[in-house]
């Protein structure tokens, strides 16, 4: 058995056989040609065939991985109509009076080139594309065809590297996974490869021979290894976690892209808790319809200063353009008594959870909260985000905060700086005296989010972190489940929306309860997602 | 001649896909449009120029239009800068 480890860039376990892909091998020669309008002419046809090939793998790539990730093939068209590299492969042609196979190989090492020699790593792999588009020109005009022979047999697809469009254009239905030499997590294959549900393994570095062409081998894409001629072992270790896998992608099948609805009709929306950029792809293949809650405590936990406003933005940004207008809840900073960081210095405390802590930092150091905020309202332009603050107990806290709010949208005007006008702000309710003033409440906000966990908390009066109080703790507690309807009435009743973000949302006993409340979301953990819409279409 | 200056505030600069955005904003235009870096100059119509700077986050670009829409083109384009990069 032979053990290679690289990088996974999606998650699941393959067992088959390797196929090396095999691309067409083309030698292009330089010949000499008399009729160089008439060599130009067939450039120009073979680039335009090009382009509408382009054009469906373009259409083709919208459905398999949605627009944001096919618009590498939209850039590949430019690429072949851009003036630059056209008049350099009629210039070859007219000047040195030669094939345009020839000009346009020279072409397109010498565009490659320049991105090679610049001194950015994003830009260098650009070099990639050019000979990717230029590839494509090159097998029209040669006849060979498009694409590669893929055996019929399913197979783990092996390579040095794929190029986007060849990754697209792959039988999905005959590739059990791709295992490739080179290759970054951030290349456009990666992504597609990620999107397209494929486990991959890419970086294997150039262990990964052409020699091991058609023996058997196993992805392991959660740990990023390839396992080749497996023992007895091993592969029965690995059909295990695939099974599993696969069980929890057949609930996805079955239930993907189904709505959140009883049988009686009743909808509610389903949502995905996260704590990371990086949750974000499980989000997507879990199929939830928007982030409920997004703790943006990493950014301040992570590091060992307070994040920048870019940092911040960067982040904001990305999630809202990954999940492509689908609603972000993002709550603001949340720390203090669990979740301690170094450098806010904060007193230790008798009583943390009833302590300094969340929106009580950002109301008293409103440095920092203006720098969130200030990152949220930019990043806002880039996607459906909305704002949620925790811990609220008073009517006042909510002016203080829209008053800050003001402030910072003032400020980015003056600046100069894009934001977005309306951001929809939401509270959490999470202490007994929001459910209790959750009317006057709902008059000052867009929506409700019940952070069940603090609310039991403080309900019950039972220190969640304390251990030997788990037999007193009961989330199904009468009180608890009596303050989220109060909470949801009153928010109906202001023609407001209501959803549960904590642990209960996930709570399969208490569905049925949540959905005769009338609540309009639950966001719970992205694994959970598909086995809470089972649920909700098994209810009345 | 029209002319505006932008510092790019996208953490990852003028990558493929803005660069692409660009590209097809700016062919909608019948003036000559220009993007400039440290005096280089590119047509922002040609996907390879746009690229080929290499811009990136924090650098300033200066943009120029000549001909007949170039105040409409000076405008949009700044709108594009604004909302994209």
């Avoid at chain 1, 000979?131 to 097998?139: F, G, P, Q, T």
């Avoid at chain 1, 999107?195 to 970086?203: H, W, Y």
């Avoid at chain 1, 196993?218 to 091993?234: A, H, K, M, N, R």
Wanted: glycine share 8%.
């Amino acid at each position: 058995m032979i053990t290679l480890t690289g990088k996974s860039v999606f998650g699941g376990v393959s067992i088959g056989k390797l196929s090396f892909y095999k691309r067409n091998q083309k030698v292009i020669k330089r010949s000499h040609v008399d009729d160089v309008e008439a060599e130009c002419t067939r450039f120009q046809e073979a680039k335009a065939t090009a382009v509408s090939q382009l054009q469906e793998l373009y259409n083709k790539a919208i459905e398999d991985v949605g627009e944001a990730n096919a618009m590498i093939f939209e850039i590949h068209q430019m690429m072949l109509e851009d003036l630059d590299y056209i008049e350099s492969i009629e210039n070859i042609i007219r000047t040195q009076e030669v094939n345009a196979e020839f000009a346009v190989a020279t072409t397109a090492d010498n565009f490659a080139q320049m991105f090679a020699s610049m001194d950015d790593a994003y830009m260098q792999g650009r070099a990639a594309d050019v000979k990717d588009v230029s590839e494509r020109v090159l097998d029209i005009l040669c006849g060979v065809g498009e694409g590669v022979k893929q055996t019929d047999e399913l197979s783990i697809i092996a390579a040095d590297d794929l190029a986007p469009s060849e990754t697209v254009q792959l039988d999905k239905s005959k590739v059990l996974g791709f295992a490739t030499m080179y290759g970054s997590s951030n290349s456009h294959t990666a992504i597609l490869a990620r999107t397209m549900n494929i486990p991959a393994v890419i970086g294997l570095g150039e262990s990964l021979s052409p020699q091991y062409d058609g023996q058997m081998a196993v992805i392991d894409g959660f740990t990023g290894t390839l396992y080749i001629d497996p023992d007895e072992e091993t592969l029965a270790v690995m059909q295990e976690k695939r099974e599993k896998d696969l069980a929890q992608k057949a609930l996805l099948e079955q239930l993907k892209g189904k709505e959140n609805v009883t049988k009686s009709g009743q909808k509610i929306n389903v949502y995905a808790n996260i704590g990371n950029v990086s949750d974000v792809g499980a989000v997507l293949k879990n199929d939830a319809g928007g982030i409920g809650l997004f703790r943006s405590e990493f950014l301040y936990l992570e590091n060992d200063t307070l994040p920048t406003e870019e940092q911040q933005f960067s982040v904001y940004k990305q999630v809202a353009e990954n999940m492509a207008g689908k609603k972000v809840i993002i709550r603001t900073l949340d720390i203090g008594a669990d979740k301690q960081v170094d450098y806010f210095d904060l007193d230790k405390e008798e009583n943390p959870a009833l302590g300094y802590r969340a929106i009580r930092i950002c109301l008293t150091r409103t440095e920092i909260f203006k720098t969130q905020l200030r990152a949220l309202y930019r990043a806002a332009m880039f996607g459906n985000i909305s704002i949620m603050f925790p811990m609220i107990i008073s009517i006042k806290e909510i002016h203080k905060i829209k008053e800050i709010i003001a402030e910072v949208k003032e400020e980015l005007k003056a600046e100069g700086i894009p934001y977005k006008e309306d951001v929809e702000l939401g509270v959490m309710i999470e202490t007994p005296a929001s459910v209790m003033i959750s009317r006057e409440l709902a008059k000052e906000v867009d929506y409700f989010s019940v952070g069940t966990n603090d609310l039991t908390q403080y309900t019950l009066a039972i220190d969640r972190q304390n251990s030997k109080l788990d037999e007193f703790y009961d989330p199904h507690h009468p009180a608890v489940l009596a303050m989220i309807k109060m909470a949801a009435d009153n928010a109906h009743a202001e023609g407001k929306w209501i959803g549960i973000c904590g642990e209960l949302g996930a709570d399969l006993k208490l569905t049925e309860e949540f959905l005769k409340m009338g609540l309009d979301e639950l966001s719970v953990s992205p694994s959970m997602v598909l086995p809470l819409r089972k649920r909700i279409r098994e209810c009345e | 001649m029209k002319e505006f200056k932008y510092v790019i505030t996208d953490p990852e600069g003028i990558h493929a896909r803005p660069a692409g955005l660009l590209v097809k904003q700016a062919a909608g235009y019948k003036s000559d449009i220009k993007i400039g870096k440290n005096e280089k100059m590119a047509d922002a119509k040609r996907i390879f120029g746009v690229m080929g700077l290499g811009v990136k986050t924090g650098e300033e670009i200066v943009m120029t239009a000549e001909g007949e829409d170039e105040d409409t083109a000076i405008t949009e384009l700044e709108e594009f800068f604004k909302a994209n990069l």
